[in-house]
T-cell receptor, first 111, second 112 residues
């Protein structure tokens, strides 16, 4: 069966520090992968999506970047975190012609 | 992508049916209506989707109007664990990777 793993669950980082959030999918190949951010009390904002290895599309300009070094691995990064980067980050994947599956999310607090 | 509008919040008594509306007046003929929910501090969970016929599964029922401009998600017997934000989105079933956008959703609070 297909599963999606996202870690860590919570993270507290100082301003200016780097960030690396990892997401992996099991049980499928060549999935469409997504990174979302959710600010408190607001809906999901699509940050990046990827249709294959090395293929990244950015939805909004920001302090973050994404990479897909392997077929089932999607990484969200930042070189220097800002206070405004705090939020709930979600990784998702969607098989063709099917609903999306989400990871459990990472609560990032930048202090 | 067709946009959706939902009320920001709703309350429902435990054991009663919860009816969550969604307007999607600009929906295209090949776009489906999808519903997800997000319990606090967890990832969203798929509930149900449909094109034009009413749909039912173990979680909920989806009623789509004949003109497809609106729909209602029905939780027949709401429980406290159904308290969550419910998202209505529209997209083609086999659409591009980009077509997965969420709005603000409806915060459903089930009251004891």
């Amino acid at each position: 069966s297909q599963t999606i793993h996202q870690w860590p669950a919570t993270l507290v980082q100082p301003v200016g520090s780097p960030l690396s959030l990892e997401c992996t999918v099991e049980g499928t190949s060549n999935p469409n992968l997504y990174w979302y951010r959710q600010a408190a009390g607001r809906g999901l904002q699509l940050l990046f999506y990827s249709v294959g290895i090395g293929q990244i599309s950015s939805e909004v300009p920001q302090n973050l970047s994404a990479s897909r070094p392997q077929d089932r691995q999607f990484i969200l990064s930042s070189k220097k975190l800002l206070l405004s980067d705090s939020g709930f980050y979600l990784c998702a994947w969607r098989p063709p012609r099917a609903e999306a599956f989400f990871g459990q999310g990472t609560r990032l607090t930048v202090v | 992508d067709a946009k959706t509008t939902q009320p920001p919040s709703m309350d429902c008594a435990e054991g009663r049916a919860a009816n969550l509306p969604c307007n999607h007046s600009t929906i295209s003929g090949n776009e489906y209506v999808y519903w997800y929910r997000q319990i606090h501090s967890q990832g969203p969970q798929y509930i149900i989707h449909g094109l034009k016929n009413n749909e039912t599964n173990e979680m909920a029922s989806l009623i789509i109007t004949e003109d497809r401009k609106s729909s209602t998600l029905i939780l027949p017997h709401a429980t406290l664990r159904d308290t969550a934000v419910y998202y209505c989105i529209v997209r083609v079933e086999a659409g591009s990777a980009r077509q997965l956008t969420f709005g603000s959703g409806t915060q459903l609070t089930v009251l004891p």
